[in-house]
Nanobody
Framework: QVQLVESGGGLVQAGGSLRLSCAAS????????MDWFRQAPGKDREFVAA????????DFADSVKGRFTISRDNAKNTVYLQMNNLKSEDTAVYLC?????????????????WGKGTVVTVSS
């Protein structure tokens, strides 16, 4: 069992930056591929970014590529999402997720554990 707790959300102006954190506990953190998803009001949950067990490989949705970076610190059991040049369309609840398998990083169904999310609001 893995517990995930997100933090770092808030209100920011368009063009600004935020860094989200997700702290994990309950199992060996380095066993898991870590993902960030988001869900805007009235919309489906969507993939944002993923990072593999070692941190050597990452993946991003086209909508955030070049603006967001993902990193992890296995010693601190934490994954980060650095969000730069934020746009109003980035407004959403951002959720951290963990997957033991590595075959489908972008799939909601492949995630084994989820956090409760942190709210990001970008004002234009």
């Amino acid at each position: 069992q893995v517990q995930l707790v997100e933090s770092g959300g808030g209100l920011v102006q368009a063009g600004g930056s935020l860094r989200l954190s997700c702290a994990a506990s309950g199992d060996t953190f380095s066993r898991y591929v870590m993902d960030w998803f988001r869900q805007a009001p009235g919309k489906d949950r969507e993939f944002v970014a993923a990072i593999d067990w070692s941190g050597d490989n990452t993946d991003f949705a086209d909508s955030v590529k070049g603006r967001f970076t993902i990193s992890r610190d296995n010693a601190k059991n934490t994954v980060y999402l650095q969000m730069n040049n934020l746009k109003s369309e980035d407004t959403a609840v951002y959720l951290c997720a963990a997957a033991l398998g590595g075959s489908s990083w972008r799939s909601i169904g492949a995630m084994d554990y989820w956090g409760k999310g942190t709210v990001v609001t970008v004002s234009s």
